[in-house]
């Protein structure tokens, strides 16, 4: 009996140790999972992050631009040659290129941040063939999507418009 109860015990012990392991193996698992998991979130989160900031830059660079161009017409050198004449280029170009950055971008983006850069980039580009009392509307449309995609750097809701 005593040979037949340690191969039963052995068998037991040896079953339990399976079912340790089985657990632990589990436990492991869902653990490097979860990390994986954790970790594909950052990298979204910069990604995200990354997108806002260029497109931030792209704003700024037409509102600064859309202010220069009140700032010459307000100075009477609307239709001006060389440089000055170039700002109502330079301002679409930039409009251009910021609404081509948020196409390549609209993926990480939410569906309103997208729409507000558009938005604002459809207008600044506009502009130079708008009356001076567009430029109110399309700083403002900047306005709004530059608040919205800091709050979206920020992992923020969107703000109201």
Known sequence: MGLVGAIIGGAFSTAGSLLQARATYGAVMRQVVAQHEFERRLRR??????????????????????????????????????????????????????????????????????????????VTADLPFQSESALGAALERIDLAMRTLKAVKRGEPVPPV
């Open 45 to 122: 989160e910069d990604e995200i992050r990354s997108a806002a900031t260029a497109l931030l830059h792209g704003l700024s660079s037409m509102s600064a631009r859309a202010l220069s161009l009140a700032e010459q017409r307000a100075s009477g050198q609307g239709h001006a040659a060389g440089a000055a004449g170039d700002l109502p280029h330079d301002l679409a170009g930039s409009a251009r290129e910021t609404r081509s950055l948020v196409l390549v971008y609209e993926d990480l983006l939410d569906d309103e941040a997208v729409d507000r850069v558009l938005e604002a980039c459809a």
